[in-house]
Nanobody
Framework: QVQLVESGGGLVQAGGSLRLSCAAS????????MGWYRQAPGKQRELVAV???????NYADSVKGRFTISRDNAKNTVYLQMNSLKPEDTAVYYC????WGSGFAYDYWGQGTQVTVSS
């Protein structure tokens, strides 16, 4: 099993910054991708950013140039540096880990951390 523990959410004014962290523990495979999704009230969960173990990244258009995803493979931890935050970034942010092994894909989620951006 895998556990994901998130931290770093909170309340910030528009234009401010926050850094989210997510530490994975348990049975971590060598082929995996970690990422962040978010869900605002009344909206579907959406991808924010994802990073593979090799360092390849992908971002939602809405956060490109403002958010940076990174990871520390030795610590099985992924980070999301969020700069120039906007009120529309307000959401619950969820950490995600997908890993592949024995012909199967395994998908894990954190409990979520609230990010609130005031105008």
């Amino acid at each position: 099993q895998v556990q994901l523990v998130e931290s770093g959410g909170g309340l910030v004014q528009a234009g401010g910054s926050l850094r989210l962290s997510c530490a994975a523990s348990g049975s971590i495979f060598s082929i995996n991708a970690m990422g962040w999704y978010r869900q605002a009230p009344g909206k579907q969960r959406e991808l924010v950013a994802v990073i593979t173990r090799g360092g390849s990244t992908n971002y939602a258009d809405s956060v490109k140039g403002r958010f940076t995803i990174s990871r520390d493979n030795a610590k099985n931890t992924v980070y999301l540096q969020m700069n120039s935050l906007k009120p529309e970034d307000t959401a619950v942010y969820y950490c995600n880990l997908v890993q592949w092994g024995s012909g199967f894909a395994y998908d894990y989620w954190g409990q979520g951390t609230q990010v609130t951006v005031s105008s």
